[in-house]
């Protein structure tokens, strides 16, 4: 029973790589480049989920799961709460976005024509509820693991969780696009509607009886929490952790500032409808991130956590590079090899970071987890934000969408760089030791014993 349980754990995230995948690539192109929306607006609304981790809402979660019981649990309640609030937001996204009337609207007109816009207000409800349920569900959801798992083989699960939820955003990909090959708004909704309840599906199945009722914490597991204020002054108190903690951000922008771009680039650049944009990019791109995942992720003992971010940097730069090259001559065979490229990289670069994430915790998993957590989010907001921002003003200046996307582009591969260069300057052992003493000063100056 304990092991179909982890497997049950393991396919928990299925159900969001279904929906964020769609929210991602499909809504979002179809959002801006089909319906005419600013992409400063479409971008925005997508990153209000990682700005409300920013805000607090995962430590919010964290420290409410760890006090409270409700019927006997502490986190299947916030793990079903985050769920429900996901899927029924997803539901509703699509049909909201053919009510905004801000396409086409000039910049002069454009901060009343928000005020006045019903479908934009709904659309901004819609996605800061999915986003207060991505966070709520996923964090009580990896403190659930950490309950069940223990930290010994905690990176095995949520590694296997994070593979499966590319995975699926992939297959989804696919099917999603092969239905829309015939578009219409009925069927973009109704991809929704079906997505939605498959989420809901998974998630249950994964999560619901894991959990023991009434359940004591062990032992010696019960340390001091940190709260949000404290994290804070750890970070900033702590130079080791501060320098880890603008790598994660550094690399994240790298790896997903691409993340809701490459479908509106191949709508705006190429011309593609949106049954093509859909089944190309994902599946190509992701489908090579999946594979040097798994490889990477096998051999990593052997390589190291650094030396694999470092050769999954080199190629992402070598891989937007070519994709900036191939816009700039219209070449789709040179696009799929840039697709290839940059997916080897994403892959390798993505599951080195995580490991590297999940070890640096100097026994403190829920505090650290949660800084880099928050670190992560703030990247993948401003790489979202920042991206749609650029898309527009670059293109009211050229009028060519390609020097927007070469600057966005771009802009990922300067970050690769930089990552690179403050990978020598990571040390594990040397954050552990400075970690033991500054967690000591901000539980002390806060009166813990």
Not at 137 to 144: C, N, P, S, V
Not at 300 to 324: E, H, P, T, V, W
Not at 387 to 407: C, E, K, L
């Amino acid at each position: 029973m304990r092991q179909f349980n982890l497997v049950r754990l393991a396919l928990f995230q299925m159900g969001f790589g279904i929906m964020l995948g769609f929210l991602h690539d499909t809504l979002n192109r179809v959002m801006t480049s089909d319906l005419g929306i600013s992409s400063t607006i479409v971008f925005g609304l997508i990153s209000l989920k990682e700005l409300l981790a920013v805000f607090g809402v995962k430590v919010w979660a964290g420290n409410m799961s760890d006090k409270s019981h409700i019927f006997g649990y502490k986190r299947s309640p916030y793990i079903f709460l985050g769920l429900i609030s996901c899927v029924f937001s997803f539901m509703l996204a699509p049909a909201a976005a053919y009510e905004v009337t801000i396409a086409g609207v000039g910049i002069a007109e454009m901060i009343p024509a928000m005020l006045r816009d019903v479908g934009l207000f709904k659309l901004v409800i819609i996605f800061l509820v999915f986003g207060f349920g991505l966070q709520v569900a996923t964090t009580a959801y990896y403190a659930l693991i950490a309950d069940y798992v223990g930290d010994k083989h905690i990176g095995k699960v949520t590694s296997a969780s994070w593979t499966l939820m590319v995975l699926t955003t992939i297959v989804s990909a696919r099917i999603v696009g092969t239905y829309l090959d015939v578009y219409s708004p009925e069927r973009l909704i109704n991809v929704a509607f079906i997505g939605g309840l498959i989420a809901l599906a998974f998630g249950l199945f994964a999560f619901v009886g894991v959990e023991e009722r009434n359940r004591v914490a062990k032992r010696g597991k019960t340390e001091e929490s940190l709260s949000f204020s404290q994290s804070i002054k750890l970070l900033y108190s702590s130079p080791k952790t501060l320098l880890f903690a603008f790598y994660i951000f550094v690399a994240i922008f790298a790896l997903f500032s691409c993340e809701i771009v490459m479908e509106p680039f191949g709508a705006d650049v190429f011309g593609m409808p949106v049954g093509v944009t859909t089944k190309l990019f994902r599946p190509t791109m992701g489908g090579m991130q999946l594979v040097f995942m798994l490889l990477v992720g096998f051999l990593l003992d052997r390589i190291g956590k650094k030396r694999g971010a470092f050769i999954g940097n080199l190629f992402g730069m070598a891989g937007f590079s070519i994709i900036i090259f191939s816009g700039f001559m219209l070449d789709e065979n040179i696009l799929r090899i840039g697709l290839v490229t940059a997916g080897i990289g994403l892959g390798a670069a993505s599951v080195s970071n995580i490991t590297m994430m999940m070890t640096m915790t100097a026994g403190r998993s829920g505090v650290y987890i949660g800084l880099w957590g928050t670190a992560q989010s703030l990247a993948m907001f401003m790489g979202h934000f920042g991206a749609g921002i650029i898309r527009d003003v670059i293109y009211a200046f050229s009028d060519n969408y390609m020097w927007s996307y070469a600057a966005i582009f771009g802009l990922e591969i300067l970050a690769f760089g930089v990552a690179s260069v403050l990978l020598p300057m990571i040390s594990q052992e040397d954050f552990e030791t400075e970690s033991k003493v500054k967690i000591a000063e901000v539980l002390a100056a806060s009166g813990v014993d």
